[in-house]
């Protein structure tokens, strides 16, 4: 066997498994980075350049190889997407009827990282993937990476498209669905715009992440204290897919999110707060990856106690959650006090 190939196998029989904790699988999550970086032509030691190959597309901002290789290091997340994988493709493989399953990779990067140890430790006739990205170039790392892996015959397709109008053929519906292309708070990034596209032809698919959820509170105040939650302002998952599509919410610009209270007393500013459920029990929640990070309201506002915001998820090329202030009947009267002079 390829050495490189074998040692991807010890590392994703590991990554694989599905009783081992995401905290255990750090060190071959890091194993991995190490390899797909040795083994990759794209230098990941560039200090300059780093946006160079980044797009602004209809739908988000699609990032540049170099920012999407930078993904693989950040452990904890590549474990939780690796593990739900290989677990959602198992799943599908219980009830395939002997057929392999299908999975489609919208946004690839330059290591389709997702993917390898799912390849390295299932056969061919058991997996097949359709590998997508945006960028021609970013397409051809992966490639060179699988191929330098003797991995080729677990990938049907290469697919260079825009995830987010991507036709996907009759013959080659996918059973699972990956798409790791978010940022905090599912903005900048078209995460949302991705999997509205793909789940529409394949409403069957399993999602990974299945559940993004997008809550309204306060950061934590010490590392061992959990953030506080207000409430959800806004979900992306199968349920949420499908309500967007069946009804009027979601055929505009906008679509549909939560009103939120604020409490009478504000103790810090509101953040919003990201929780990722990737498939089935595995979950990423605050402050556990890049993703999870507590992040401010747009615009940074000044927001008194009791305050009302009612939210919505802005589509388009800049993708994210916005808010107005709700006016109150007390903030109105207080409106009219202050412009009275006109």
Known sequence: MNPARAELAAIAA?????????????????????????????????????????????SGWAISPVQAGLCAREPYRSAAFIQGLALAVRERLDVS?????????????PFALLALPVMAVLDADLVQFAILDVHAETLAYARELITALDLD??????????????????????????????????GKEPQVAILRNLHAQAPAAALLPAAVTVHLGLDRRAPDEPCTDWGRVFTLDADALRAWKQGS????????????????????????????????????????????????LPGKPTLAGGSVLD?????????????????TPESIQESHKTDSHY
């Open 311 to 327: 939210f919505h998820y802005r589509l388009g090329g800049q993708p994210g959650l916005a808010f107005c202030l709700r006016k």
């Open 97 to 109: 009827g002997g057929r392999p399953v299908r999975v489609l990779y919208a946004g690839c990067g």
């Open 14 to 58: 590991a990554l694989c498994d599905p009783q081992r904790s995401l905290a255990s699988l750090v060190g071959e999550a890091v194993q991995l980075r190490r390899l797909v970086e040795r083994h990759s032509r794209l230098s990941m030691e560039r200090q300059d350049g780093l946006r160079d190959g980044e797009s602004f597309l209809p």
């Open 153 to 186: 015959s677990h990938v049907g397709e290469y697919i260079c498209a825009d995830a987010a109008s991507y036709r996907i053929p009759a013959g080659a519906m996918p059973h699972v669905i990956v798409s790791e292309t978010m940022n905090t708070a599912l």
């Open 249 to 296: 919410n979601g055929q505009g610009d906008s679509l549909p999110a939560a009103s939120i209270r604020l409490p009478e007393v504000l103790e810090q500013a509101p953040r919003l707060l990201t929780r990722i459920r990737v498939y089935g029990d595995i979950v990423l929640g605050d402050h556990e990856c890049s993703l999870n990070l507590p992040l401010p």
